[in-house]
């Protein structure tokens, strides 16, 4: 795996992020509450990714590098918190603001005190892990209440699966990252490269999604024609 590759990949995994939050907040007004708030995700993903670019080609700002993606993590945690207790029937609201509460503070006693220089792997992990409990969670509730609806027409269906797929994949990874890096002096550079693949994929299943809603969206605007 050559620097180059793991640079394209990194770069488009980017531009999809923009893709997928323009996409998410056009017509802001006729969008759902999730679908904006998948966008405000995407939004902060690809600031986030922008704001490490613009700290490590900066020499005075280098030594922050570390600290735009796990503000990103908490960010999208909290949105995907309030996505998920909306499907899911707005049951056990504490227990989604226990859950972020604890990851947010997690996360930056992490970035400060203990990975203040290494990738934030723990973080991470432990952002995976809330997220397919989330996932799972969802797919339970959406197969004892399957609606009349095709599944595969329900944006939250792709959503949901794309999310699965690309924590899951990467649960692995960040479990071996520290040992990775501090023990085997590993630069990263196949694993993060894996891990933007998966990303790619997330975001395509997220278009697809995406696509399903917009359809929706104009089918509800479209106006009823009528004889003359």
Same mark, same amino acid.
């Given at each position: 795996?050559?620097?180059?590759?793991?640079?394209?990949?990194?770069?488009?995994?980017?531009?999809?992020?923009?893709?997928?939050?323009?996409?998410?907040?056009?017509?802001?007004?006729?969008?759902?509450?999730?679908?904006?708030?998948?966008?405000?995700?995407?939004?902060?993903?690809?600031?986030?990714?922008?704001?490490?670019?613009?700290?490590?080609?900066?020499?005075?700002?280098?030594? =922050?590098?570390?600290? $735009?993606?796990?503000?990103? /993590?908490?960010?999208? &945690?909290?949105?995907?918190?309030? +996505? @998920?207790?909306?499907?899911?029937?707005?049951?056990?609201?504490?227990?989604?603001?226990?859950?972020?509460?604890?990851?947010?503070?997690?996360?930056?006693?992490?970035?400060?005190?203990?990975?203040?220089?290494?990738?934030?792997?723990?973080?991470?992990?432990?952002?995976?892990?809330?997220?397919?409990?989330?996932?799972?969670?969802?797919?339970?509730?959406?197969?004892?209440?399957?609606?009349?609806?095709?599944?595969?027409?329900?944006?939250?269906?792709?959503?949901?699966?794309?999310?699965?797929?690309?924590?899951?994949?990467? =649960?692995?990874?960040? $479990?071996?990252?520290?040992? /990775?890096?501090?023990? &085997?002096?590993?630069?990263?550079? +196949? @694993?993060?490269?894996?891990?933007?693949?998966?990303?790619?994929?997330?975001?395509?299943?997220?278009?697809?999604?995406?696509?399903?809603?917009?359809?929706?969206?104009?089918?509800?605007?479209?106006?009823?024609?009528?004889?003359?």
């Amino acid at each position: 795996m050559t620097i180059e590759i793991y640079l394209f990949l990194a770069v488009a995994q980017t531009v999809l992020s923009a893709i997928v939050a323009i996409l998410c907040l056009i017509k802001y007004r006729s969008r759902s509450l999730i679908v904006k708030l998948v966008g405000f995700i995407f939004l902060a993903s690809f600031l986030a990714n922008m704001a490490s670019w613009a700290m490590v080609s900066t020499t005075s700002l280098r030594i =922050f590098v570390n600290t $735009s993606y796990p503000i990103s /993590l908490i960010i999208s &945690l909290a949105l995907y918190s309030r +996505i @998920y207790y909306n499907i899911l029937h707005k049951k056990n609201r504490g227990w989604f603001v226990f859950v972020t509460g604890v990851f947010a503070v997690f996360a930056l006693i992490n970035l400060f005190f203990i990975q203040k220089t290494t990738p934030n792997s723990y973080s991470y992990l432990f952002h995976s892990a809330i997220l397919i409990v989330f996932c799972l969670s969802y797919f339970y509730v959406l197969i004892l209440d399957l609606p009349s609806l095709y599944v595969h027409h329900l944006p939250m269906f792709w959503f949901n699966s794309a999310l699965l797929i690309f924590h899951a994949g990467t =649960f692995f990874l960040f $479990s071996f990252t520290a040992y /990775l890096v501090n023990v &085997l002096k590993n630069n990263m550079l +196949i @694993y993060w490269s894996f891990h933007n693949i998966l990303s790619i994929v997330e975001h395509i299943i997220f278009l697809i999604g995406i696509y399903y809603d917009l359809r929706n969206v104009k089918s509800k605007v479209s106006p009823v024609r009528t004889r003359a």
